[in-house]
């Protein structure tokens, strides 16, 4: 039986349209690279963390100016990374051991259904300035290396395959609930089409051999990854698992700040943590698969 009762045509356009807007962006941020790629990630952590604080604002009902270190200390870690120009140092080991610290506290939070220490400003100013500097960082890194454009391309690929697919099959199917106590609308149905999603787009990503064109006048060349099919439909399987866990995890902390979206920039998704919440997680995972397995 489809599941068309909670279907919102109107925010279904919505979505499209920003889709359509927002994706070519992306890309040619991805694309182009150096510093209008640093720009375009600063950016988009600066509103991240401007709805992230901006929600504790509204749940603690007062204004926290030590939030602004929280600013401070992302700009600078990402900073910092980027004047590296993407050279593996002794710092990127202890990025590896903070991302799964800070990965496993996430899922452990999750798997509580409990954000901890919701009521201490500092840790909260912490645990923000981590989820979004410190994950975003990675992206950085996986742009900074050989075939960087690509493998970014590969990573966007997927998770938007994944979102667009979990979101149209639990529109149509979706009639068991995944998470009823932190995201009531997602189901079993949308994380199968997510996951069946992300591991075609994978695969047909490693089968890619490349191609040269030319958009708007600039000429164009996109080449093939050195992923393996075996290693793409790991690789789709463990995105999706990912970024579904990383949607779970914002929607338990906006369920516990009582807020719906993290703001209203993007029509029909609400902020752009909203829209972003799917690939905090994957860029740590992503990256040092690439540099450990692929690289």
Same mark, same amino acid.
């Given at each position: 039986m489809l599941n068309f009762r909670t279907f919102n045509l109107r925010k279904f356009w919505q979505r499209v349209l920003t889709i359509v807007i927002y994706a070519p962006v992306v890309v040619a941020a991805l694309y182009f690279g150096e510093l209008l790629f640093f720009i375009a990630v600063l950016v988009g952590v600066f509103i991240s963390l401007l709805e992230i604080y901006n929600m504790y604002n509204i749940y603690s009902q007062k204004h926290h100016d030590n939030f602004y270190y929280g600013y401070l200390f992302t700009v600078l870690l990402l900073l910092t990374v980027y004047l590296q120009e993407g050279r593996y140092t002794w710092e990127n080991n202890i990025f590896l051991l903070l991302s799964a610290a800070v990965i496993g506290f996430f899922v452990l939070e999750l798997f509580c259904k409990k954000v901890f220490f919701l009521r201490s400003e500092f840790f909260y100013l912490l645990r923000s300035a981590l989820y979004t500097g410190l994950m975003y960082v990675h992206l950085i890194?996986?742009?900074?290396?050989?075939?960087? @454009?690509? !493998?970014?391309?590969?990573?966007? *690929?997927?998770?938007w395959a994944n979102d667009i697919l979990a979101y149209l099959v639990g529109i149509v199917f979706g009639r068991h609930r995944l998470a009823p106590d932190i995201s009531p609308k997602k189901s079993l149905e949308g994380a199968a089409g997510g996951l069946a999603g992300a591991m075609l787009v994978s695969v047909l990503f490693s089968l890619f051999k490349g191609v040269n064109f030319s958009a708007v006048g600039f000429p164009v060349t996109i080449s093939g990854?050195?992923?393996?099919?075996?290693?793409?439909? #790991?690789? *789709?399987?463990?995105?999706?698992? #990912?970024?579904?866990?990383?949607?779970?995890?914002?929607?338990?902390?906006?369920?516990?700040?009582?807020?719906?979206?993290? *703001?209203?920039?993007?029509?029909?998704?609400?902020?752009?943590?909203?829209?972003?919440?799917? @690939?905090?997680?994957?860029?740590?995972? #992503?990256?040092? @698969?690439?540099? !450990?397995?692929?690289?």
């Amino acid at each position: 039986m489809l599941n068309f009762r909670t279907f919102n045509l109107r925010k279904f356009w919505q979505r499209v349209l920003t889709i359509v807007i927002y994706a070519p962006v992306v890309v040619a941020a991805l694309y182009f690279g150096e510093l209008l790629f640093f720009i375009a990630v600063l950016v988009g952590v600066f509103i991240s963390l401007l709805e992230i604080y901006n929600m504790y604002n509204i749940y603690s009902q007062k204004h926290h100016d030590n939030f602004y270190y929280g600013y401070l200390f992302t700009v600078l870690l990402l900073l910092t990374v980027y004047l590296q120009e993407g050279r593996y140092t002794w710092e990127n080991n202890i990025f590896l051991l903070l991302s799964a610290a800070v990965i496993g506290f996430f899922v452990l939070e999750l798997f509580c259904k409990k954000v901890f220490f919701l009521r201490s400003e500092f840790f909260y100013l912490l645990r923000s300035a981590l989820y979004t500097g410190l994950m975003y960082v990675h992206l950085i890194l996986l742009r900074a290396q050989p075939l960087g @454009f690509e !493998y970014c391309l590969y990573l966007f *690929g997927v998770i938007w395959a994944n979102d667009i697919l979990a979101y149209l099959v639990g529109i149509v199917f979706g009639r068991h609930r995944l998470a009823p106590d932190i995201s009531p609308k997602k189901s079993l149905e949308g994380a199968a089409g997510g996951l069946a999603g992300a591991m075609l787009v994978s695969v047909l990503f490693s089968l890619f051999k490349g191609v040269n064109f030319s958009a708007v006048g600039f000429p164009v060349t996109i080449s093939g990854l050195p992923i393996s099919i075996g290693q793409a439909v #790991f690789l *789709g399987a463990a995105i999706s698992v #990912f970024a579904q866990m990383g949607d779970l995890i914002e929607s338990l902390l906006k369920r516990a700040l009582q807020v719906k979206d993290s *703001g209203s920039l993007l029509p029909g998704h609400g902020g752009v943590l909203d829209r972003m919440d799917s @690939f905090v997680l994957t860029f740590p995972i #992503f990256y040092y @698969f690439v540099v !450990y397995f692929v690289a």
